[in-house]
């Protein structure tokens, strides 16, 4: 892109800061700046701070700063040139590209494009179709709604959208890479992904399309049918509305989390404008970041006997760990947040969002809820559940308020409600071991004995990292054959540089001498990526450390090694099926080299 300059200073002028970054985070007025908690490290006391005077902004937490450039480079991943043309797009200023500039463009800038061609086929296409009109009326979804939405229709057809992105030039590998069409199976060609569904575009933080939500409009499965994951759109990061409901969640300080795109737009258009919706998948921690950005209050509203509700609450545990409040507002069965709103019945489902139920406590009630509590039998079985419940609870004055309400239900609260109240705490304690024994135990490779956390559990957090350094610190500090453990785990394979590289001195260290000397090892890794790990080690290991059996350890890299050539295996074949990569490409050679380590003909 040499050929031309772009307008920074005008691109600059008309994008304030403090109106790009709320649209990630909460910024609330202290003195003479904004503040809000920072989008690139987790904290709770907010250090992220907006000038909007010199349009500059400074984390004093992690230390990022700079301006609306690279603000929105950091926040959306993407290059500089993407994060000025985006701000271009949204200032108004048309950038004029030189036939050369044209040819340099970037994936996500095509597929961006790709996917605004197609939200413009789906729009178009929605006033043709009689059948949608009538859905669309009997969903009281009114003009100013459809507008706003940008909704649409795929029609009943395999390749419309396919053939109209060939007319506007889109190439048939930017259509599958956006998640658009399909390769079929037993014949070559591709197929449109959406077919007779009222589609709903996916937009994110800067109002750009990045993917589709499609719903049937009579009988069939499934219900809805949402993108694959593709370089725009991550399901685990994505909540559906966020783009219209950010200003209201930081001012309400509040956020109501619903199941589909209709309850979202039933809930925003009736004036519930803190609402979004999943994308089909559980709440994931990555979720939980993004919300964290404008509040740590959230209501959930879902079907109470939908998966949904049920993803939901194995989620909670991720909220209660990043200090969120977060209540559970139970719909009647049968109902659903569109269904009560669509009949304008908005004073009844906001009397409902006041009555939502703190998680913990509708946890609770669930649990007592698949019981008879009118016979003997069944309140001791309604308190075993809800005990079990009660120990996946962290918060200690949650688990006493309400053992102190199950209390009652206890055969021996009639002699007084300190032993039945004791009897549910020895209860909650031998699950709350139990799940601590089990999670220790699948925690590390050698489940005979327990294994300790490394001297920096920072850097040591997975599986792999921990196996290895507790393989490397056993070769310095027993006396074993090294040859023979670099023979069932080479040191080119272990999983990082450092590591690696720590590994190969080692196994060169103990072929030439016999032995592994500390002190000349300590010398031979200075100024390289395994000093830091060999110091880690040197002050880390202990005693007991020098116990752990080998032989587990060694499976396990070993078995993180198969499954890291599988994924890689399996990612090449597709790349290839997909015509990426032919033959005579070095990734190409890469897959057969892969192929044969994997023993044997790959089989997806």
Not at 24 to 38: F, H, Q
Not at 52 to 64: A, M, T, V, Y
Request: contains cysteine; charged residues 30%.
């Amino acid at each position: 892109m040499s050929s031309f300059r772009y307008p920074l200073d005008e691109i600059r002028d008309k994008c304030d800061l403090a109106e790009i970054v709320s649209g990630y985070v909460a910024l609330r007025k202290r003195g003479r700046t904004l503040e809000g908690l920072c989008p690139f490290h987790n904290e709770k006391t907010p250090s992220f701070h907006v000038n909007s005077e010199r349009q500059i902004w400074k984390c004093f937490g992690c230390g990022l700063g700079g301006d609306v450039f690279t603000f929105l480079q950091k926040i959306d991943n993407v290059t500089f040139p993407e994060a000025v043309e985006s701000l271009a797009r949204k200032a108004g200023i048309t950038i004029e590209r030189s036939e050369q500039a044209a040819r340099q463009i970037s994936e996500k800038e095509r597929l961006l494009k790709v996917s605004n061609i197609a939200c413009a086929f789906f729009r178009s296409m929605l006033s043709k179709s009689e059948e949608a009109q009538q859905y669309i009326e009997k969903r009281g979804l009114s003009a100013a709604i459809v507008e706003k939405y940008r909704l649409g229709y795929a029609p009943d057809s395999w390749d419309s959208l396919l053939d109209h992105l060939t007319m506007q030039k889109v190439s048939q590998s930017d259509a599958l890479k956006a998640g658009l069409i399909i390769s079929r199976e037993n014949s070559p060609g591709f197929y449109d992904r959406f077919r007779d569904r009222l589609i709903f575009p996916i937009l994110d933080s800067s109002e750009r399309v990045i993917a589709f939500g499609g719903r049937v409009m009579g009988e069939g499965e499934p219900k809805y049918l949402n993108s694959p994951e593709t370089p725009l759109f991550a399901k685990n990061k994505t909540l559906y509305g966020l783009n219209f409901a950010r200003k209201s969640i930081s001012a309400q300080d509040r956020l109501l989390i619903v199941e589909g795109y209709m309850d979202a737009i039933s809930a925003q258009s009736a004036g519930f404008e803190n609402t979004v919706a999943t994308m089909g998948t559980a709440l994931t921690e990555e979720h939980v970041n993004i919300i964290a950005r404008f509040t740590r209050n959230v209501i959930l509203s879902f079907d109470a006997d939908s998966a949904g509700m049920a993803a939901a609450m194995r989620s909670y545990p991720i909220f209660e760990r990043a200090g969120f409040n977060v209540r559970i507002l139970s719909m009647p069965r049968g109902e659903d947040p569109d269904s009560v709103l669509r009949g304008g019945d908005s004073t009844r489902f906001a009397s409902m969002l006041e009555k939502a139920l703190p998680a913990p406590d509708y946890r609770v009630r669930a649990a007592l809820a698949r019981h008879d509590l009118g016979t003997d039998e069944g309140k001791v079985d309604a308190l075993k559940d809800a005990a079990q419940v009660l120990a996946e609870i962290d918060s200690v004055m949650d688990r006493e308020r309400l053992i102190r309400h199950l209390a009652r239900l206890h055969p021996n609260f009639s002699t007084g409600t300190t032993l039945a109240e004791d009897h549910l705490r020895s209860e909650i304690t031998k699950h709350r071991a139990r799940a601590s024994r089990q999670k220790h135990v699948s925690d590390w490779p050698n489940k005979k004995e327990s294994v300790p956390q490394t001297a920096n559990p920072q850097k040591k957090t997975s599986l792999i990292e921990r196996s290895e350094w507790l393989l490397l610190g056993i070769l310095m500090f027993r006396n074993l054959d090294a040859s023979k453990v670099f023979e069932g785990v080479p040191a080119k394979e272990f999983s990082d540089e450092a590591s690696r590289s720590l590994a190969e001195v080692v196994s060169r260290l103990y072929a030439q001498t016999g032995k592994i000397d500390r002190g000349v090892l300590r010398d031979e890794v200075v100024g390289t990526p395994a000093e830091d790990l060999l110091t880690d080690i040197l002050v880390g290991f202990e005693d007991a450390d020098a116990n752990y059996n080998v032989d587990e350890l060694v499976n396990v890299i070993t078995k993180h090694n198969k499954n890291d050539k599988r994924r890689r295996l399996r990612s090449l074949a597709d790349r290839i099926a997909a015509g990426e990569i032919k033959q005579g490409d070095a990734e190409y050679e890469e897959w057969r080299t892969l192929v044969e380590e994997t023993s044997g003909p790959w089989r997806r």
